[in-house]
């Protein structure tokens, strides 16, 4: 093992003894500095030696070979950390990300369905649910349209739907208690159309701990699955696989309420958002409403005359 492996050990046992990382983002740091010690190893450089022109060269290299600017960001957020680890415990006096721009992110927006799709979504899944197609599972498919029904009506995240809790469901099914990230409860309504499908759905089901039970390792449905199983209902639905995933949903359900007027501060409690910097990206459901309510009533739209 070379002495630029050894650093990376060290600062991943950091990362994990220190901060909590998950296993899922160490092996995600390891793969980063990995690729990056390979390339400063190209130029001749250690992690000791390397200086702002064999970072920025990486990026470089990064950005030819057609990476997205999201995922070099990542990867230069893993290298800064690396380097501030290094000069931090004395290996090198300074830090060569320091003055590093980070790549140039374009501003997403997120996919969203229209309403007539996700109530076109919906009525086939209930559909299925009271008449199971030839060669479905009866409580699989009432199980999918429950999980739809959930999240378009919190907008939780896919990990907090499948990992609901029967205590989780409140006063005769119409609020649920949500586990965010952190760990941070929120209690969300629900209407009461999802109010009677959870009713239901809870009559079919054995005692246990998960309102989703599974038989794997986590006692409860895998996202995996549900993405599975959303998308092939999409199919019949007539929606394109490509278009939709359950945080096109967890979309669909910000942008609808923000476009029927709902505040944009409701919106990120019910979505969990800790900054509302992040509920923010679906204002441009707002931007075309005010667009619209501009040119169908100001006197000058449509080459109006005052």
Do not use: C
Request: proline content about 4%.
């Amino acid at each position: 093992m070379t002495a630029a492996s050894h650093l990376i050990d060290a600062f991943l046992e950091m990362m994990s003894a220190e901060r909590g990382a998950a296993a899922n983002t160490l092996a995600a740091y390891r793969r980063d500095l990995g690729d990056y010690l390979g390339f400063l190893a190209e130029q001749g450089k250690t992690p000791g030696t390397a200086m702002r022109e064999e970072v920025v060269g990486y990026l470089d290299g990064l950005k030819a070979e057609g990476l997205a600017a999201s995922s070099a960001a990542r990867k230069l957020s893993a290298i800064r950390q690396f380097h501030r680890f290094l000069a931090i415990d004395g290996i090198r006096g300074d830090d060569p990300t320091r003055i590093v721009a980070s790549p140039r992110q374009g501003r997403a927006l997120p996919k969203v369905l229209s309403v007539a799709e996700v109530t076109g979504l919906l009525a086939r899944a209930e559909a299925e649910a009271a008449e199971p197609m030839p060669g479905q599972d009866g409580a699989q498919t009432l199980r999918l349209y429950v999980l739809i029904e959930l999240l378009y009506a919190t907008g939780m995240r896919v990990s907090e739907l499948v990992g609901l809790k029967r205590q989780a469901v409140m006063r005769d099914a119409s609020f649920l208690t949500i586990t965010g990230k952190g760990n941070k409860d929120r209690i969300v309504p629900v209407n009461d159309r999802t109010r009677d499908a959870i009713k239901t759905y809870l009559a079919t089901l054995a005692p246990g701990p998960f309102l989703f039970p599974a038989d794997g390792a986590e006692g409860h449905l895998s996202r995996q699955v549900f993405a599975r199983d959303l998308k092939g209902l999409a199919a019949r639905a007539g929606i394109a696989g490509a278009r939709i995933s359950p945080h096109v949903l967890r979309h669909a359900f910000a942008s609808h309420l923000l476009a029927g007027g709902a505040d944009l501060r409701v919106v990120q409690t019910l979505l969990g958002h800790a900054d509302i910097a992040t509920t923010q990206i679906y204002t441009h459901v707002l931007d075309e409403k005010l667009k619209t309510l501009v040119e169908t009533h100001h006197p000058l739209a449509n080459g109006g005359q005052t």
